[in-house]
């Protein structure tokens, strides 16, 4: 499939979904389609994040386990739930991750982040759609961070300010992946690379992370419709 094809198939839905999602309503339901990663009560379906996929696959069974407790017992430290808000508030790089493995995806996700703030989501367990404060970086969020031979930047600055909250709409077939933010086109069909191993495409199946970058995070609507 191209990546011209991939943005037909997903322009006849956008107004349909981004709607059906900025309707839902109550805080952490879903919108019909959609299965909800966050339930907003407790961090049922994550898990702390153990090295890298590279480095993970070389763990032995017993490396895993003990450094699979460890990342727990720092997300559990350091992520909480507030009011049915997902909150980080650390000052480490303790990114969590959604215990199922996804391949091709719809995914809606509010976020909120404090002034000088710096976060991202994670695709596939691969770096990443980036969020952080327009004013520090002078690039607004929604663009492939780790991109080097494909865009980076997001197409345009869609951020609401500092402590308001702003809405992702992820949509990942394969390699490609498109990016709206506040219901703006920011990423339009492109590639992301595999940041871990540069000479090899992007894993076709792999989780959902949340990236704690030593700044306050909120998250809520966390929500996906797997793609067949």
Not at 81 to 87: A, C, H
Not at 154 to 182: C, H, Q, S
Request: hydrophobic letters at 35%; a positive charge; charged letters at 25%.
């Amino acid at each position: 499939m191209s990546g011209r094809q991939v943005t037909l198939i997903t322009i006849v839905s956008a107004t349909v979904f981004f709607q059906g999602c900025a309707s839902y309503g109550q805080l952490n339901r879903p919108p019909k389609g959609f299965t909800a990663l966050f339930n907003g009560k407790d961090l049922a379906g994550w898990k702390g994040i153990v090295g890298d996929p590279v480095s993970r696959a070389k763990m032995t069974p017993e490396q895993l386990a003990k450094a699979r407790k460890r990342a727990d017992e720092l997300m559990n430290r350091h992520w909480k739930i507030e009011n049915g808000i997902l909150v980080y508030r650390g000052a480490g790089y303790d990114n969590i991750c959604t215990a199922k493995d996804y391949a091709d995806f719809e995914l809606f996700v509010d976020w909120k982040i404090e002034p000088g703030g710096d976060s991202g989501i994670y695709l596939r367990g691969c770096p990443q759609v980036q969020i952080w404060d327009p004013a520090k970086s002078h690039v607004g969020s929604g663009g492939l961070y780790n991109n080097k031979n494909n865009p980076d930047k997001p197409l345009k600055t869609a951020d609401r300010p500092p402590g308001e909250w702003n809405t992702f709409r992820i949509i990942m077939i394969g390699k490609w992946v498109i990016v709206y933010l506040n219901d703006q086109l920011v990423v339009d069909t492109t590639e992301l690379e595999n940041f871990w191993q540069r000479d090899r495409e992007i894993s076709a199946t792999g989780a959902i992370e949340l990236q704690a970058h030593n700044s306050p995070l909120y998250f809520r609507n966390v929500f996906i419709r797997e793609l067949k």
